[in-house]
Protein backbone atom coordinates (compact mmCIF):
# COMPACT_ATOMS: atom_id res chain seq x y z
CA UNK A 1 0.00 0.00 0.00
CA UNK A 2 2.47 2.39 0.62
CA UNK A 3 4.96 1.56 -2.41
CA UNK A 4 1.63 2.27 -4.77
CA UNK A 5 1.01 6.11 -2.58
CA UNK A 6 4.98 6.56 -2.99
CA UNK A 7 4.80 5.51 -6.70
CA UNK A 8 1.60 7.70 -6.79
CA UNK A 9 3.44 10.95 -5.58
CA UNK A 10 6.20 10.44 -7.50
CA UNK A 11 3.89 10.22 -10.76
CA UNK A 12 2.42 13.28 -9.75
CA UNK A 13 6.15 15.19 -9.27
CA UNK A 14 6.80 13.84 -12.50
CA UNK A 15 4.12 15.36 -14.05
CA UNK A 16 4.01 18.62 -12.41
CA UNK A 17 7.88 19.26 -13.35
CA UNK A 18 6.76 18.23 -16.98
CA UNK A 19 4.08 20.86 -17.29
CA UNK A 20 6.46 23.64 -15.89
CA UNK A 21 8.60 22.90 -17.92
CA UNK A 22 6.28 23.72 -20.91
CA UNK A 23 7.90 26.93 -22.40
CA UNK A 24 6.99 28.53 -25.98
CA UNK A 25 8.70 31.05 -27.82
CA UNK A 26 6.61 34.22 -29.81
CA UNK A 27 7.56 36.51 -32.08
CA UNK A 28 5.73 39.85 -31.73
CA UNK A 29 5.61 43.79 -33.04
CA UNK A 30 6.14 45.51 -29.75
CA UNK A 31 2.63 47.27 -29.73
CA UNK A 32 0.60 46.27 -29.42
CA UNK A 33 1.33 42.65 -29.55
CA UNK A 34 4.14 41.97 -27.22
CA UNK A 35 2.17 43.99 -24.64
CA UNK A 36 -0.90 41.66 -24.80
CA UNK A 37 1.53 38.82 -24.40
CA UNK A 38 2.66 40.78 -21.30
CA UNK A 39 -0.75 40.88 -20.35
CA UNK A 40 -1.46 37.11 -20.48
CA UNK A 41 2.27 35.91 -19.31
CA UNK A 42 1.45 35.32 -15.47
CA UNK A 43 -1.45 33.44 -16.34
CA UNK A 44 0.40 31.24 -18.57
CA UNK A 45 3.03 30.82 -15.44
CA UNK A 46 0.35 29.52 -13.36
CA UNK A 47 -0.36 27.17 -15.98
CA UNK A 48 2.77 25.62 -15.98
CA UNK A 49 3.89 27.54 -18.85
CA UNK A 50 6.85 30.01 -19.74
CA UNK A 51 6.57 32.34 -22.54
CA UNK A 52 9.35 33.85 -24.13
CA UNK A 53 8.67 36.89 -25.97
CA UNK A 54 10.93 38.22 -28.73
CA UNK A 55 10.45 41.85 -30.02
CA UNK A 56 10.48 42.73 -33.50
CA UNK A 57 10.52 45.36 -35.66
CA UNK A 58 10.02 43.98 -39.06
CA UNK A 59 7.08 41.69 -40.56
CA UNK A 60 9.58 39.22 -42.52
CA UNK A 61 11.69 37.48 -39.68
CA UNK A 62 8.88 36.30 -37.25
CA UNK A 63 7.59 34.31 -40.06
CA UNK A 64 11.05 33.45 -41.30
CA UNK A 65 12.00 32.12 -37.73
CA UNK A 66 8.85 30.04 -37.05
CA UNK A 67 9.39 28.47 -40.39
CA UNK A 68 12.47 27.85 -39.76
CA UNK A 69 11.61 26.36 -35.73
CA UNK A 70 14.27 28.97 -34.07
CA UNK A 71 10.79 30.07 -32.48
CA UNK A 72 7.44 28.58 -31.61
CA UNK A 73 4.75 30.94 -32.96
CA UNK A 74 4.60 35.00 -33.71
CA UNK A 75 1.55 37.33 -33.10
CA UNK A 76 1.94 40.42 -35.51
CA UNK A 77 0.08 39.70 -38.75
CA UNK A 78 -3.55 39.21 -40.31
CA UNK A 79 -4.48 36.08 -42.82
CA UNK A 80 -3.89 37.98 -45.75
CA UNK A 81 -0.89 39.00 -45.38
CA UNK A 82 0.04 35.45 -44.25
CA UNK A 83 -1.58 33.62 -47.26
CA UNK A 84 0.67 35.65 -49.71
CA UNK A 85 3.72 34.93 -47.54
CA UNK A 86 3.10 31.48 -47.42
CA UNK A 87 2.74 32.14 -51.32
CA UNK A 88 5.56 33.69 -52.02
CA UNK A 89 8.17 32.36 -49.81
CA UNK A 90 6.78 28.57 -49.99
CA UNK A 91 6.19 28.18 -46.35
CA UNK A 92 3.15 26.64 -45.12
CA UNK A 93 2.13 28.31 -41.69
CA UNK A 94 -1.19 28.62 -40.44
CA UNK A 95 -3.39 30.36 -37.96
CA UNK A 96 -3.94 29.36 -34.73
CA UNK A 97 -6.26 31.80 -32.91
CA UNK A 98 -7.74 35.47 -34.22
CA UNK A 99 -7.35 38.08 -31.53
CA UNK A 100 -7.46 41.87 -32.56
CA UNK A 101 -8.03 43.86 -35.03
CA UNK A 102 -6.08 47.16 -35.42
CA UNK A 103 -7.87 49.29 -37.68
CA UNK A 104 -5.84 51.29 -40.47
CA UNK A 105 -5.90 54.72 -40.70
CA UNK A 106 -4.24 57.79 -42.76
CA UNK A 107 -2.09 60.17 -41.77
CA UNK A 108 -0.81 63.58 -42.07
CA UNK A 109 1.10 66.34 -40.42
CA UNK A 110 0.63 68.85 -43.66
CA UNK A 111 -3.18 68.45 -43.54
CA UNK A 112 -5.97 68.32 -41.37
CA UNK A 113 -8.47 66.78 -43.74
CA UNK A 114 -8.14 64.69 -47.10
CA UNK A 115 -9.86 67.53 -48.70
CA UNK A 116 -7.00 70.07 -47.89
CA UNK A 117 -4.60 67.61 -50.10
CA UNK A 118 -3.38 69.22 -53.01
CA UNK A 119 -2.79 68.06 -57.04
CA UNK A 120 0.45 66.29 -56.82
CA UNK A 121 0.49 65.37 -52.98
CA UNK A 122 2.68 62.45 -52.04
CA UNK A 123 0.97 59.78 -50.17
CA UNK A 124 3.15 56.90 -48.76
CA UNK A 125 1.59 53.34 -48.26
CA UNK A 126 3.67 49.97 -46.54
CA UNK A 127 5.50 48.20 -49.53
CA UNK A 128 3.88 44.59 -48.84
CA UNK A 129 1.25 43.01 -50.86
CA UNK A 130 -1.61 42.70 -48.23
CA UNK A 131 -1.02 45.86 -46.45
CA UNK A 132 -0.44 48.08 -49.69
CA UNK A 133 -3.59 46.93 -51.27
CA UNK A 134 -5.54 47.29 -47.78
CA UNK A 135 -3.74 51.56 -47.83
CA UNK A 136 -4.84 51.98 -51.72
CA UNK A 137 -8.78 50.43 -50.46
CA UNK A 138 -8.60 53.24 -47.81
CA UNK A 139 -7.59 55.61 -50.56
CA UNK A 140 -10.74 54.47 -52.53
CA UNK A 141 -13.16 54.26 -49.63
CA UNK A 142 -12.01 58.47 -49.21
CA UNK A 143 -12.88 58.21 -52.87
CA UNK A 144 -9.49 59.67 -53.76
CA UNK A 145 -9.06 57.18 -56.26
CA UNK A 146 -10.60 54.05 -57.75
CA UNK A 147 -9.08 51.04 -58.58
CA UNK A 148 -9.47 48.89 -61.15
CA UNK A 149 -10.64 46.04 -59.55
CA UNK A 150 -12.24 47.62 -56.31
CA UNK A 151 -12.19 44.91 -54.05
CA UNK A 152 -8.87 43.73 -54.72
CA UNK A 153 -7.13 43.24 -51.60
CA UNK A 154 -3.45 42.91 -53.23
CA UNK A 155 -3.75 45.74 -55.96
CA UNK A 156 -0.39 48.01 -56.21
CA UNK A 157 0.06 51.38 -57.31
CA UNK A 158 -0.40 49.93 -61.12
CA UNK A 159 -4.02 48.84 -60.34
CA UNK A 160 -5.26 52.43 -59.96
CA UNK A 161 -7.58 53.29 -62.75
CA UNK A 162 -8.44 57.14 -61.72
CA UNK A 163 -6.46 59.31 -59.82
CA UNK A 164 -7.89 63.05 -60.67
CA UNK A 165 -5.74 64.45 -57.97
CA UNK A 166 -2.97 62.89 -59.69
CA UNK A 167 -1.63 61.84 -56.06
CA UNK A 168 2.20 60.25 -56.16
CA UNK A 169 2.04 56.89 -54.33
CA UNK A 170 5.37 56.15 -52.75
CA UNK A 171 5.60 52.68 -51.75
CA UNK A 172 8.27 52.05 -48.73
CA UNK A 173 8.67 49.53 -45.66
CA UNK A 174 5.84 49.72 -43.25
CA UNK A 175 7.65 50.28 -40.78
CA UNK A 176 9.59 53.05 -41.93
CA UNK A 177 5.61 55.23 -42.36
CA UNK A 178 5.59 57.01 -39.25
CA UNK A 179 9.43 58.18 -39.44
CA UNK A 180 8.89 59.59 -42.38
CA UNK A 181 5.79 61.43 -42.05
CA UNK A 182 6.67 64.76 -41.64
CA UNK A 183 7.94 64.03 -45.50
CA UNK A 184 5.40 63.29 -47.16
CA UNK A 185 1.74 64.19 -47.40
CA UNK A 186 -0.16 61.38 -46.14
CA UNK A 187 0.86 57.96 -44.85
CA UNK A 188 -1.33 55.12 -44.67
CA UNK A 189 -0.29 53.27 -41.43
CA UNK A 190 -0.69 50.10 -39.74
CA UNK A 191 -2.03 50.74 -35.58
CA UNK A 192 0.52 48.91 -34.41
CA UNK A 193 3.43 51.12 -36.02
CA UNK A 194 1.13 54.22 -35.34
CA UNK A 195 0.63 53.43 -31.81
CA UNK A 196 5.02 52.84 -31.24
CA UNK A 197 5.29 56.33 -32.98
CA UNK A 198 2.80 58.03 -30.38
CA UNK A 199 0.06 58.74 -32.96
CA UNK A 200 -3.70 58.30 -31.58
CA UNK A 201 -5.76 56.36 -34.29
CA UNK A 202 -9.18 57.37 -32.97
CA UNK A 203 -8.00 61.50 -32.67
CA UNK A 204 -4.66 61.86 -35.67
CA UNK A 205 -6.10 59.51 -38.18
CA UNK A 206 -8.09 61.56 -41.01
CA UNK A 207 -10.03 58.51 -42.17
CA UNK A 208 -9.53 54.35 -40.69
CA UNK A 209 -10.55 51.93 -41.18
CA UNK A 210 -14.43 50.74 -39.32
CA UNK A 211 -14.66 47.95 -37.08
CA UNK A 212 -15.96 45.40 -39.42
CA UNK A 213 -12.63 45.09 -40.60
CA UNK A 214 -11.63 41.78 -42.14
CA UNK A 215 -8.25 42.09 -40.77
CA UNK A 216 -7.86 40.29 -37.61
CA UNK A 217 -5.04 40.08 -36.09
CA UNK A 218 -3.94 36.36 -35.36
CA UNK A 219 -1.58 34.33 -33.45
CA UNK A 220 0.39 31.86 -36.10
CA UNK A 221 2.24 28.66 -35.88
CA UNK A 222 3.52 25.36 -37.99
CA UNK A 223 0.91 22.26 -38.49
CA UNK A 224 3.78 20.61 -36.14
CA UNK A 225 2.77 22.60 -32.92
CA UNK A 226 -0.02 24.03 -33.59
CA UNK A 227 -2.11 21.65 -31.21
CA UNK A 228 0.59 21.61 -28.67
CA UNK A 229 -0.60 21.59 -24.80
CA UNK A 230 1.58 25.24 -24.52
CA UNK A 231 0.42 26.63 -27.83
CA UNK A 232 -3.43 25.70 -26.95
CA UNK A 233 -2.91 27.51 -23.45
CA UNK A 234 -1.54 30.65 -25.01
CA UNK A 235 -4.26 30.37 -27.44
CA UNK A 236 -7.10 30.41 -24.46
CA UNK A 237 -5.34 32.98 -22.45
CA UNK A 238 -5.83 34.96 -25.71
CA UNK A 239 -9.45 34.34 -26.38
CA UNK A 240 -10.09 35.50 -22.48
CA UNK A 241 -12.60 37.59 -20.97
CA UNK A 242 -9.74 38.91 -19.14
CA UNK A 243 -7.76 39.35 -21.98
CA UNK A 244 -10.67 41.18 -23.59
CA UNK A 245 -11.14 43.59 -20.93
CA UNK A 246 -7.80 44.45 -21.14
CA UNK A 247 -7.60 45.25 -24.82
CA UNK A 248 -10.56 47.85 -24.25
CA UNK A 249 -9.39 49.58 -21.40
CA UNK A 250 -6.17 50.03 -22.76
CA UNK A 251 -6.45 50.96 -26.44
CA UNK A 252 -10.13 52.63 -26.16
CA UNK A 253 -11.01 51.56 -29.43
CA UNK A 254 -7.20 51.68 -31.11
CA UNK A 255 -7.24 48.09 -30.94
CA UNK A 256 -10.58 46.26 -31.13
CA UNK A 257 -11.03 42.27 -29.42
CA UNK A 258 -11.90 40.24 -32.38
CA UNK A 259 -13.25 37.32 -29.97
Do not use: C, W
Amino acid sequence: MKLRTVLALTAALFATVAQADQKISVAATAVPHAEILEFVKPRLAQEGVELDIKVFTDYVQPNVQVAEKRLDANFFQHQPYLDEFNKGKGTNLVSVTGVHVEPFGAYSKKVQSLGALKEGATVAIPNDPTNGGRALLLLQKAELIKLKDPSNILATAKDIAENPRKLRIRELEAATLPRILPQVDLALINTNYALEAGLNPTKDALIIEGSDSPYVNILVARPDNQNSPAMEKLSRALNSAETKLFIQEKYQGTVVPAF
